[in-house]
């Protein structure tokens, strides 16, 4: 299927391409073409539009050119660029990535990485469970900039930017009429359409308005429509006669869906013991093996394994549909205006209203089973049971898994059997119904104090959102292939009759596992002050600004870990338990329905940053040089994932409420240099960061030094049921020292050359209060052979590089403009060092080093048209963005080491066609 497509993406390209190239459509030489790096402006970290020459903090910015080129599929492939990220490529598909930045400890999602469009949130919360902030953010020709500010000022301008603040500057209007339209094909079933127009409406008014639409299988295709919708946005800008007022009305509609994909099942031998902290397990992409699915273009989700029936939090049916996906629907208004008085003072204000629906539907997968130890275990299972259903399994003789499209009815004979291997599926229903309204208000003066000017910004903030979200996990089962298929349990006789109720019906063995829910209203409000200083005419310039911020939290949430679900009997009152008609996944459903708990909870902090930029030489052989330092002290608020699904949490054994400081701090200290001429941008930032993350849980476990029932020992095997119950807190915290190199460089010698990139160059280490208890595992005392007493996994952080961080970064980027003919080809080289699996587990797992190649070409028709190719991972490169860690507890009934790992998206292939008027 993916071979013709890309034979006819050949032949539409080939027609798309049938003209003659103008001379007027010649590509432009350096010269023209220089962005006059020297004036390159920024409107992100600043009170007002700056030089990037001139800034105090580190600043990396993608201008529509680099957006072409880079070409990407989502929000996370587009980050994936800006120095000292590691954003997850995509790995997930087009939006619900991981993007991580300067080494900072995260589970997931974007909780250090705020996601503006035009210097507002389009929702407070950047890592909202069920909700990543690249929900928001799509990417299109309305998009003419991304700016990116780590550490420094982007925490005193804006909510929960403790690492980075991104910044979408959207397209307005001019006085000259323009517009752009693009159809873009993939070899991946994809088609999608692109278009903006701009103008004046009158002297004073203009207007913009633009959007998206797409559909495509994916880039993993599941044999169904993955990603499908789109977003339409315009705005309307006012400038007076006197540029002294202006005003701008925003609208944005956002109605889409897109596949979501998760681990896929691996394998590797067994060479050796799983990995310790000295001796850590090293995965060899040469050793990896697929159980089923190809790591470049497979899934385990399918057109069949796609409908799932769960139950909600009252035990009513609720039906689950993987196509689809993740599903925003989202309309956000935005009011901005300006206002400069006659005294100098300037207004300025920006108010945003966000509201709608997020729908997460997906399918996660645990490390897969042998099918003969999962049948066994159920074998074992209903033979344990007593009463109706312990009569109704009196005749069975094993447990069996099927097809499930294969089974017609009691006889099991002609139905055909699972493979030896299955895929452990978690389906996820989640729903978020959010609704924001944002504002940010500031009073700006210029004026001179002796020997220094000053730009002088009182700012204020403030956010009121809601989030309200109700999620149930669930547990199935089908086989590992590229069209996977459902796969259920009966238990048999020896003439393979089934023997009383189906084990799973539908793939499914627990139509629900547990939930999280919640209801609750959140608002925050900061003030902050800024002062931009110059000095020496110019040359020497400081920002100093310092900002508080506070959050007050109305929830009510439901977790269905604390107190618990639940077990509830399902039957139908017309089916007779213990019958060939029942089934066992109805019989035992772990009801998400944990008592609802209700808090009103306050926080606030404050912090401050000091960054001063010189200008050391200027217009001399080298171009202009300055030099820049920055050190700040920032904080991050807590977000949903620690009050409402973290905490606070109640001891067990104790009573006691657990959770400490859940608000997080990091210190700062940056320094580096610029240098820019009209061949050259060249710029180097040193950085050190001491970052201390809040107070977290441990897992909830027996108290081993305790006795259960009868004064049975709780450390005994098995372990009484009643033991009390201990939970460990700590806190951890990190250090990171790096370097970064980026650079842009357009010979002189070499017209039409350029070569731009960056590296770097990282050591992040983090540290923990106290090592913790993390599990309990049976041990052999005295090595007869049978396991007689319980014992702790004990495991910490301490000295160890955060999960899914590499130490070295590379990114490089050549292009080449011919003269002579309008094409330019272009190339890109992404490297990634070696990651941890994870930084708290006893078995210790590196996923590899990878090296992803891109490339592609632009060829102007015409003055209007121009066709562009672009090739994605052109090698083929083999890794994966996480995964499982190796350990003994995962393996083969040979020994064979088995789990899941997300993989790099394998090569694909697009094309547009662009008409610009």
Known sequence: MRNYRRKQLAVAMSLLTFGTATPAALAQTNQDTEIALLEEVIVTGVAKETRKFDATFNINTLNQEDIKQLAPNGTAELLGNIPGFFAEGGTAGETHNNVLVRGLPQAGGYRYVPNLIDGLPAYEEPEAPFMNNDVFIKGDLMTVSVEAVKGGPGAIFYSNALGAAVNYVTRTGTQTFEGEYKLELGDWGHVRNDFFVAGPINQNLTYAVGGYYRESDGQRDPGFTGNKGGQLRGNLLYTSDDERTTAKVQAHVIDDTTIFYQNVPFSVPNNRAPGTEDDPFEIDPGSVKSLGVDFGTGTVVSDATAEYMLYDNQGKPLNLDIRDGIKPEFNIFTLEAMHELESGVRVEGKVRHTSGSNGFNALFNDPPAETSRLTTDQYNRIKSFTGVLGDAYTDATSVKAYYTDTVTGTDLSTATEAPALLAHNI?????????????????????????????????????????????????????????????????????????????????????????????????????????????????????????????????????????????????????????????????????????????????????????????????????????????????????????????????PGTGEIVRGDLVEDIQQIEGGFRIANNSLEFAVSAFYIDFKAKESLGATLDDLNATGFGGVACNTVPGPADCPKVRDSFRRSLSNTGVEFEASYTPIALSGLTLQGSLVLQDPEQSQDKAVRTGIVDVDTNNDGINDQRQYEVSTTEGRRPRRQSEVMLNFRPSYTFSSIPLTLYGQAQYFSERFASDDSTNVTVYPEYTQINMGMLYSINDNLELQLHVTNLNDAESFTEGSSVSSGLAFSDGTYTGVARPLMGRSVKGSLSYKF
């Open 427 to 651: 389906p996820v229903y989640g729903k978020v119904d959010a609704d924001n309204l944002t504002g940010d208000f500031r009073l700006s003066k210029e004026f001179e104090l002796a020997n220094s000017s000053h730009e002088v910004t009182l700012g204020a903030y403030a956010s009121e959102y809601t989030y309200d979200v109700f999620s149930v996990f669930a547990s199935a089962w089908s086989d590992i292939s590229g069209s996977s298929r459902l796969v259920d349990l009966y238990a048999v006789n020896d003439a393979e009759q089934q023997v009383g109720p189906s084990i799973t019906r539908g793939g499914m063995d627990q139509p629900a596992i547990f939930g999280l829910g919640a209801d609750s209203t959140m608002q925050t409000t900061a003030f902050y002050l800024h002062d931009h200083m110059a000095f020496m005419d110019n040359r020497l310039k400081f920002d100093l600004g310092v900002r508080w911020q506070d959050l007050d939290v109305d929830r009510t949430t439901t977790n269905s870990f604390d107190p618990g679900n639940s077990s509830e009997d399902f039957t139908p009152n017309n089916i007779a338990v213990g019958s060939t008609s029942d089934t066992l996944m109805d019989n035992f459903v772990n009801v998400p329905d944990g008592a609802p708990q209700r808090a009103n909870e306050k926080y606030d902090d404050y912090g401050w940053s000091v960054g001063s930029n010189y200008l050391l030489i200027e217009d001399s052989s080298w171009g202009d040089v300055s030099v820049f330092g920055t050190v700040s002290d920032s904080f991050r608020l807590p977000g949903f994932e620690d009050y409402i699904f973290g905490g606070p949490a109640t001891n």
